[in-house]
Structures are given as structure tokens and as C-alpha cells.
């Protein structure tokens, strides 16, 4: 019988500071002249600083889920240690945060 709902979830905080006063398109540092608006003159994108800085922290997110971990395995007959690099790849929300 499997019960649903009791999985062990991870939770993960992240900072939201300074993430709608960069542009989510090239990432540099923009001035916000007018409340709630973005315009950045390094790429010429101009978009809402709300929706700007959910984007932003959704790809802050995703760097630290799907950055490289090292796993060490440990041959069982020689004791000899091997590490492990491997990635996780969610394409439909990689696809989702690439710029337009």
C-alpha cells in the first residue's frame, strides 16, 4: 500500500534581494527610473520589474538545483575511491527561462 502525500520534501530559501534590479535577460545591474519597469540598455529589454525578478529568482533556483555534486564511490575488493560528478537536467524549465 503506498500513502501519498508523506514523501520527504526539501525545502530551499532563497535571498530575493537585488533580483528585480537585474535584468533576467543579460544579468547586469539596471537602474529602475520608473516604478515597476526595466529597462536595460547593455541588451535594450524592457519588461515589469516583478515578473523581471521572479525570473530571476526562479533561474537562482534552478543554478542551485541542478548545479554539479560529487559523489564518492568506494571500490568494495581494493578500498580504492572513485568520485562521481553528475548533473540534473529539467529541460522544460531550463526551456522556460531562456530568454526571448
Request: a positive charge; glycine letters at 8%; proline letters at 3%.
Amino acid at each position: 500500500m503506498i500513502l501519498r502525500g508523506f514523501e520527504s520534501h526539501r525545502i530551499l530559501t532563497l535571498d530575493e534581494r537585488g533580483t528585480s534590479s537585474h535584468c533576467s535577460r543579460c544579468g547586469k545591474e539596471v537602474s529602475r527610473p520608473v516604478r515597476g519597469l526595466i529597462h536595460c540598455p547593455f541588451c535594450n529589454y524592457t519588461y515589469h520589474s516583478d515578473l523581471t525578478g521572479a525570473r530571476n529568482i526562479a533561474r537562482k533556483f534552478l543554478s542551485h538545483l541542478f548545479r554539479p555534486r560529487t559523489t564518492t564511490i568506494t571500490d568494495y575488493f581494493t578500498g580504492q575511491k572513485f568520485s562521481l560528478t553528475h548533473y540534473t537536467v529539467c529541460r522544460g524549465l531550463s526551456h522556460w527561462l531562456q530568454s526571448q
